[in-house]
Protein backbone atom coordinates (compact mmCIF):
# COMPACT_ATOMS: atom_id res chain seq x y z
CA UNK A 1 0.00 0.00 0.00
CA UNK A 2 3.24 2.56 0.28
CA UNK A 3 3.00 3.35 -3.44
CA UNK A 4 -0.99 4.32 -2.63
CA UNK A 5 0.48 6.45 0.09
CA UNK A 6 2.42 8.03 -2.16
CA UNK A 7 0.69 8.67 -5.05
CA UNK A 8 -1.98 10.69 -2.63
CA UNK A 9 0.11 12.16 -0.82
CA UNK A 10 -0.75 16.22 -1.09
CA UNK A 11 -4.17 14.96 -2.77
CA UNK A 12 -7.12 15.89 -1.37
CA UNK A 13 -8.80 12.17 -0.42
CA UNK A 14 -12.66 11.49 -0.26
CA UNK A 15 -15.27 13.43 1.54
CA UNK A 16 -18.61 13.91 2.42
CA UNK A 17 -19.42 14.93 -1.31
CA UNK A 18 -17.07 12.06 -2.92
CA UNK A 19 -18.75 9.42 -0.76
CA UNK A 20 -22.07 10.83 -1.61
CA UNK A 21 -21.59 11.23 -5.38
CA UNK A 22 -20.69 7.54 -5.50
CA UNK A 23 -23.66 6.41 -3.44
CA UNK A 24 -25.59 8.30 -5.58
CA UNK A 25 -23.74 6.63 -8.77
CA UNK A 26 -24.70 3.47 -7.52
CA UNK A 27 -28.58 4.15 -6.79
CA UNK A 28 -28.55 5.34 -10.44
CA UNK A 29 -26.60 2.04 -11.62
CA UNK A 30 -29.40 -0.41 -9.29
CA UNK A 31 -32.42 1.39 -10.67
CA UNK A 32 -30.79 1.72 -14.02
CA UNK A 33 -31.20 -1.92 -13.98
CA UNK A 34 -34.83 -1.80 -14.31
CA UNK A 35 -34.94 1.77 -16.09
CA UNK A 36 -32.67 0.65 -19.07
CA UNK A 37 -32.00 4.50 -19.92
CA UNK A 38 -28.20 4.10 -21.81
CA UNK A 39 -27.53 7.93 -21.25
CA UNK A 40 -27.79 7.15 -17.40
CA UNK A 41 -24.69 5.19 -17.59
CA UNK A 42 -23.25 8.69 -18.91
CA UNK A 43 -24.61 10.30 -16.12
CA UNK A 44 -22.69 7.42 -13.53
CA UNK A 45 -19.55 7.64 -15.56
CA UNK A 46 -19.65 11.59 -15.26
CA UNK A 47 -20.38 11.36 -11.83
CA UNK A 48 -17.86 8.44 -11.26
CA UNK A 49 -15.22 10.76 -12.65
CA UNK A 50 -15.94 13.96 -11.18
CA UNK A 51 -15.55 12.36 -7.54
CA UNK A 52 -12.18 10.39 -8.60
CA UNK A 53 -10.88 13.66 -9.61
CA UNK A 54 -12.21 15.62 -6.60
CA UNK A 55 -10.19 12.87 -4.50
CA UNK A 56 -7.12 12.89 -6.83
CA UNK A 57 -7.16 16.41 -6.45
CA UNK A 58 -3.73 18.79 -5.05
CA UNK A 59 -6.35 21.74 -4.73
CA UNK A 60 -7.01 21.31 -1.21
CA UNK A 61 -8.82 24.04 -0.30
CA UNK A 62 -11.20 24.52 -3.68
CA UNK A 63 -12.54 20.70 -2.65
CA UNK A 64 -12.87 21.43 0.47
CA UNK A 65 -15.10 24.50 -0.30
CA UNK A 66 -16.90 22.48 -2.28
CA UNK A 67 -17.46 20.08 0.59
CA UNK A 68 -18.67 22.80 2.93
CA UNK A 69 -21.18 24.15 0.39
CA UNK A 70 -22.25 20.20 0.23
CA UNK A 71 -22.61 19.99 3.98
CA UNK A 72 -24.57 23.47 4.30
CA UNK A 73 -26.79 21.75 2.09
CA UNK A 74 -26.88 18.43 3.07
CA UNK A 75 -26.91 18.54 6.61
CA UNK A 76 -30.03 20.25 7.04
CA UNK A 77 -31.74 17.40 5.17
CA UNK A 78 -29.37 14.84 7.35
CA UNK A 79 -30.99 16.25 11.05
CA UNK A 80 -34.56 16.29 9.62
CA UNK A 81 -34.13 12.74 8.50
CA UNK A 82 -32.76 11.72 11.40
CA UNK A 83 -35.13 13.68 13.16
CA UNK A 84 -38.26 11.94 11.22
CA UNK A 85 -36.34 8.36 12.60
CA UNK A 86 -36.41 9.00 16.27
CA UNK A 87 -39.44 10.03 16.42
CA UNK A 88 -40.76 6.93 14.54
CA UNK A 89 -39.02 5.12 16.92
CA UNK A 90 -40.65 6.68 19.68
CA UNK A 91 -43.48 7.29 18.64
CA UNK A 92 -45.18 4.45 20.36
CA UNK A 93 -44.31 5.91 23.92
CA UNK A 94 -44.61 9.53 23.07
CA UNK A 95 -46.40 12.00 20.87
CA UNK A 96 -44.83 15.21 19.18
CA UNK A 97 -45.78 18.51 19.57
CA UNK A 98 -44.76 21.81 17.85
CA UNK A 99 -45.10 25.24 19.82
CA UNK A 100 -46.97 27.49 18.20
CA UNK A 101 -45.33 30.38 19.17
CA UNK A 102 -41.31 29.28 17.94
CA UNK A 103 -42.13 25.88 16.46
CA UNK A 104 -39.90 23.87 18.79
CA UNK A 105 -40.64 20.44 18.67
CA UNK A 106 -41.80 19.04 22.73
CA UNK A 107 -41.96 15.45 22.89
CA UNK A 108 -45.07 13.87 25.74
CA UNK A 109 -45.45 10.20 26.97
CA UNK A 110 -48.65 9.12 25.26
CA UNK A 111 -51.33 8.22 27.42
CA UNK A 112 -52.07 11.00 29.61
CA UNK A 113 -54.97 12.54 27.63
CA UNK A 114 -55.52 15.95 27.62
CA UNK A 115 -52.75 18.18 29.15
CA UNK A 116 -51.21 21.33 29.35
CA UNK A 117 -47.81 21.75 27.51
CA UNK A 118 -45.30 23.98 28.72
CA UNK A 119 -42.92 25.13 25.69
CA UNK A 120 -39.09 24.81 27.07
CA UNK A 121 -38.17 27.03 25.09
CA UNK A 122 -40.63 30.31 24.71
CA UNK A 123 -42.63 29.03 27.72
CA UNK A 124 -45.53 29.12 25.59
CA UNK A 125 -48.43 27.20 27.48
CA UNK A 126 -50.76 25.00 25.38
CA UNK A 127 -53.37 22.45 25.54
CA UNK A 128 -52.89 19.23 23.71
CA UNK A 129 -54.25 15.18 23.66
CA UNK A 130 -51.89 12.39 24.06
ZN1 LIG B 1 -42.05 27.76 22.11
Not at 52 to 58: D, E, G, I, L, N
Request: aromatic share 12%.
Amino acid sequence: MNWLRKFMYGRYGSDQLSNAMLIISIIILVANVFLKIPQLSTVITIIILISYFRMFSKNINKRYQENMKFLKWWNPIKSKFNKTKMKAKQSKTHKFFKCPNCSQDIRVPKGKGRIKIRCPKCNEKFEGRT
